[in-house]
């Protein structure tokens, strides 16, 4: 693979022209899940356990059965009792088993709202109709919400078969930590004995949910010969194919998604909730069935990311060199093991060149929802504590905080604490922008404070496939197994456009479904533009060979004496010969006679996805009358790599800022003493809206990664890691209170407010 | 399955006699933010919607600063907002009317669906009754009018009698030096429920001493709270009568701990809000 994307050779990349699906979207004709439908469709609903936790005695279907209007009623006696099996499929690690039990309820229901049973109806109206007349009998359990309680000697267990793994000797008695991991390099004690100025703090953070606004959908039917059609909105078709596949034991070939446009992910569509349901509905009643998610199903089915504790040691010498840095972090997995616990711990401290890190985690499960990825997985969560004790040591040391970074900053030949050692990285670029930024040393006024954190994430590379096919007219399809949810139909054109040397609005980018393009795996880990976009280039790469032999046919010289240069054919030299250009569309009308139809389909498991780095600057100003936090300005720097194209950049960089700023401020699971969601929707679940917000400055550092032709480094996940953090440094930095707990809701502001006035009682 | 109808009367009687009339549960409709969400959220199952808005007056703003104003109970907030003179007079009815929902939901939103819904956090009703506002019901036995305050007798619940429904809303002639203000607090700047909703109506002498003064508060209690205005009274509302204030309001409430906040802090912020609402009110009342 060649580097071509020194930014004076480019004529494409790095332009802002319309995105293909844009009209669609503003004029409403854009089919979302929901919008999708299949001739002769009737209409599927869950019913949902209303406790927390507790046995399933028996479940009767036959008064709903029989309700004049109901074609089929499914329990998990209808679902296949898959055995335990790891996977790789979606955005993280995940048991076939326990996505099987999350799906439907066999024998015990493990948080408010877990489905036990299912129908299929002509309409919405007798589908609730029967809902209420399936009669289940629970035993009510114990129940467990909050993580420390969970892990408490004594605490309610919810799964037997549970025993702590990554402790020896393995134990005999079941537990809610699914397991214990430790990244480790160097020695913290030593490096702890060499420190001036410690901090050490333990902090919270709620669990949030993702909050896209189209709630889960899909249709799907099987036919009498097992084949089965599903149309869903999702972050991977083929994820939804090998889930469904796998739940309901169906041979993946017979088995054909269709991606609908979707309505935001961030994660959280990276697994699936009603497809297999859909399907095992489709089966029972011979019709094809749609299922459609209320928000309040939403809040209550589907993963919010963990919530956690966590406890951090920072030294350092007077001079601000960091010498040791030590987390212990406690996740809250939801019902089933799998939070984000190993990111958690391996991002916390990845922005910095440290000899001394020790982190060590825990993966707790309780009586919530199952956690699903959500934007950078676990970075956010460490890292606003992290980058809150790099604010108060900073503080405690006298120094500014981009010092103190810049002083410590990861560089390439850094090692990592998981062991790996960084490549060329960007973050000594990033610090020294935000450093630059007039926002950085603009005045502030009264209550107003400022505060600065970082953020890391990895990037990922994988599996996708991309295609380019020339038209008879010259025009170009492109074809991708990724689904689009932030613009890549676009990128993945203008990529192509670069390189077939035609104009982007003769390129068209599509996404078919599972049976029409190589596998692909989900969009997520911000690999799409990385690892589709190379095999979307090395496609229409692969053309442009094409292109240059057609022309020498046609020519009648060798390959070699051909060049291909702004979108045309000519010849390399004098030597080749005196011949006019020969453009694209000229080639492409000749196809038929130089070979046939002319494309590529490459497919590719690409590696080197080159980490991000982002400086998040906040001013807020705090009422301290009323705990409430105006975000005042925001400017938001990252190592992008290079945009391909710089709005959609943008406007993931503030997209991601926005949502941290929501963590930060509002956004928390209320849970009362009967272990239910007291705010399982948008009035009480408070992202933030337009109005609490000022215009996002992003701004692209770009340092390219070398490892993509075009230099890109994933772009979606680094800006929601270092919002918390950096809105937590501002209050504190507006009104001197030293806040540890998310959200910093007003309740919370104005109690520390008191607590700061009380006089303190001990001394 | 159970049935819902619809009707639209155009006269009051004909609404009168059909809700007096209706054997099932039933709902009059004004523009139906509450009511259709709730209806879609399975919280209330009605079998008959009476919708009030075909009838002539229903939505419509008359009067003026010096007779006082009358306003069709199913009058929007949106045509509220632009009623130039209304806005002048009760410049604190009308901010607190629209800061109910967003710019879709100004469209339909209406005073009488604000008070009948009978939220203890409903903005419009504080700022009401602190204006002295008074409506007029229609019913079996006539027409009555009645103090905003009295209506609202619980969440959800309203001291309406059956056939009953609200026509409109009258808020007096403005006396002397005399206005209003509506402040609430809310965790975000739109989209939100009330954790606090504070209107006040002050009137000031010559000389800036307070003669008058009407104050309640919303979302700290079951229904509306009026705060004991004699601290304020015969100040000119300096630091010591605010302090008072603040104290005075902090007794009045007896709120929920719950999702929107804890007792603690509505008791808190209700206080703030008092002081700040009526600085508003008072700064206004003076500028007249
Ligand atoms: C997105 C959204 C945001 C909102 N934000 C706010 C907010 O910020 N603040 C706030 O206070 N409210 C808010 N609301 C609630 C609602 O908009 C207000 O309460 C509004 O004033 C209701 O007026 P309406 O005309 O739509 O009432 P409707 O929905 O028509 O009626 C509400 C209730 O009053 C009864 N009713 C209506 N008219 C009469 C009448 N003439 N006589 C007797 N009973 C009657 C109805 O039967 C029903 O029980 C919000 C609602 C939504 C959907």
């Excluded at chain 1, 456009?497 to 911000?526: M, Q």
Aim: proline share 6%; aromatic share 6%.
């Amino acid at each position: 693979m060649t580097f071509i994307g020194n930014k004076s050779d480019l004529r494409v990349v790095g332009t802002r022209p319309v995105r293909p699906d844009g009209v669609d979207k503003v004029t409403g004709r854009a089919v979302y899940g929901a919008d999708a439908t299949m001739p002769g469709q009737i209409i599927g609903k869950v019913l949902r356990s209303p406790h927390p936790h507790a046995r399933i005695i028996s479940i009767d279907t036959s008064k709903a059965e029989k309700l004049p209007g109901v074609k089929g009623v499914i329990t998990s006696a209808d679902i296949p009792n898959i055995p335990s099996e790891e996977a790789f499929v979606g955005e993280g690690p995940m048991n076939f088993r326990d996505l099987s039990l999350n799906c439907m309820a066999r024998d015990k229901v493990l948080y408010e709202g877990h489905v036990v049973a299912a129908v299929a109806a002509i309409n919405d109206a007798v589908a609730d109709a029967a809902l209420k007349l399936i009669d289940v009998k629970y035993e009510v359990l114990p129940h467990v919400i909050d993580v420390e309680e969970a892990m408490a000697p004594g605490a309610p267990i919810l799964h037997d078969t549970l025993f702590t793994a990554g402790v020896t000797p393995k134990p005999t008695t079941p537990s809610n930590v699914a397991k214990q991991v430790r990244f480790t390099i160097g020695d913290v004690e030593a490096g702890f004995k060499q420190a001036d100025v410690i901090v050490e703090q333990t902090y919270t953070t709620a669990p949030v949910h993702q909050a896209y606004i189209e709630p889960h959908a899909c249709v799907a039917a099987i036919a009498a010969d097992g084949q089965v059609l599903i149309t869903a909105s999702s972050q991977g078709h083929f994820m939804i194919r090998a889930y469904t596949a796998k739940l309901l034991g169906i041979d993946i070939a017979n088995i054909r998604v269709t991606n609908a446009e979707i309505g935001g992910g961030f994660g959280g569509k990276t697994v699936v909730y009603l497809e297999p349901l859909a399907v095992a509905l489709s089966k029972k009643s011979g019709r094809p069935v749609k299922m459609t998610m209320t928000r309040e199903d939403v809040f209550r089915g589907t993963g919010p990311t963990s919530g956690g504790t966590i406890w951090v040691k920072v030294g350092a010498t007077k001079d601000g060199k960091i010498t040791a840095a030590q987390t212990v972090i406690k996740l809250q997995a939801g019902a089933f093991p799998g939070s984000p616990i190993n990111p958690a711990l391996m991002c916390a401290f990845a922005m910095y060149d440290l000899a001394n890190v020790d982190t060590l985690g825990y993966d707790v499960v309780s009586n919530r929802p199952k956690v699903a990825a959500y934007r950078a997985p676990g970075a956010p969560i460490s890292s606003f504590a992290a980058e809150s004790a790099i604010d108060d040591l900073a503080r405690k040391l006298g120094m500014d905080p981009i010092e103190l970074r810049l002083k410590n900053a990861a560089k390439q030949g850094s090692k990592t604490v998981y062991g790996v050692t960084h490549g060329v990285i960007g973050y000594e670029e990033v610090l020294n922008a935000a450093k630059a930024h007039p926002h950085w040393t603009a005045p502030l006024g009264k209550n107003q404070g400022r505060g600065l954190a970082t953020g890391f994430w990895f990037n990922i590379g994988g599996e996708s496939t991309g295609g380019v096919f020339i038209n008879e007219d010259g025009t170009a399809s492109v074809v991708t197994g990724s689904p689009d949810i932030g613009g890549s139909r676009a990128s993945m054109a203008m990529m192509a456009a670069e390189v077939l040397g035609i104009p982007y609005e003769k390129v068209r980018a599509v996404i078919p479904d599972t049976a029409s393009i190589g596998f692909t795996h989900v969009t997520g880990g911000s690999r799409v533009t990385y690892a589709t976009g190379m095999a979307v280039t090395q496609a229409a790469q692969a053309v442009v060979e094409d292109l240059k032999k057609r022309a020498a046919m046609i020519w009648d010289i060798s390959p070699e004496a051909v060049e291909w240069k702004d979108g045309e054919a000519v010849p390399a030299g004098a030597n080749a010969g005196g011949f006019d250009p020969l453009p694209l569309a000229a080639i492409a009308l000749k196809a038929a006679k130089t070979g046939g139809p002319i494309g590529s389909e490459i497919s590719v498991n690409a590696q080197g996805a080159g980490p991000g780095f982002g400086a998040h600057i906040c001013d807020v100003e705090v009422d301290p009358e009323t705990g409430h936090t105006t975000i005042l300005r925001y400017t938001a720097v990252q190592d992008v790599g290079r945009a391909i194209h710089p709005a959609y950049v943008e406007g993931q960089i503030q997209g991601g800022a926005v949502q941290g700023i929501g963590w930060a401020l509002n956004e928390e699971y209320i849970y009362n003493k009967k272990g239910h969601m007291d705010n399982a929707g948008f009035l009480d679940y408070r992202i933030p809206v337009a109005s609490d917000l000022p215009m996002i400055e992003a701004v692209l550092v770009e340092v390219p990664n070398t490892r993509h032709p075009f230099g890109v480094r994933g772009v979606g996940e680094v800006p929601i890691v270092p919002p918390m953090a950096a809105v937590r440094n501002a209050i504190r930095g507006a009104l001197d209170l030293e806040l540890f707990h998310l959200p910093m809701s007003p309740p919370r502001v104005r109690a520390a407010v008191d607590a700061a006035k009380a006089p303190k009682a001990a001394e | 399955m159970p049935s819902l109808n619809y009707v639209a009367p155009t006269t009051v009687s004909d609404a009168v006699k059909i809700l007096a009339d209706a054997s099932g549960p039933t709902r009059v409709l004004s523009g139906g933010t509450d009511l259709l969400v709730q209806l879609r959220a399975g919280r209330i199952s009605p079998e008959l919607i009476v919708d009030t808005k075909k009838i002539p007056g229903i939505m419509g703003i008359t009067g003026s600063a010096a007779e006082g104003f009358t306003i069709g109970a199913a009058t929007t907030g949106a045509e509220l907002g632009d009623h130039q003179a209304l806005k002048a007079a009760y410049p604190g009815v009308v901010e607190a009317a629209n800061l109910i929902g967003s710019k879709q939901v100004q469209g339909r939103a209406s005073l009488a669906g604000n008070l009948c819904n009978a939220s203890p956090a409903a903005d419009s009703v504080p700022a009401v009754i602190a204006a002295g506002g008074t409506v007029t019901i229609a019913g079996p036995s006539g027409t009555r009018t009645a103090p905003a305050e009295s209506i609202v007798t619980g969440p959800g619940r309203t001291s309406l009698a059956k056939g009953e429904f609200i026509v409109s809303f009258h808020l007096p002639a403005i006396k002397g030096k005399t206005s209003d203000a509506y402040l609430r607090f809310i965790p975000r700047t739109e989209m939100d429920i009330a954790v606090v909703g504070c209107g006040v109506s002050i009137t000031v002498d010559a000389g800036g001493t307070i003669t008058a003064a009407k104050i309640s508060l919303g979302a700290v209690a079951p229904t509306q709270v009026p705060v004991d205005a004699s601290c304020i009274i015969g100040t000119k509302l300096d630091d010591a009568a605010l302090a008072k204030l603040d104290a005075a309001a902090q007794a009045m409430c007896n709120p929920i701990d719950d999702k929107r906040g804890t007792i603690e802090f509505r008791t808190k912020v209700a206080g703030v809000l008092a002081r700040r609402t009526a600085k508003i009110a008072y700064d206004r009342a003076g500028a007249r």
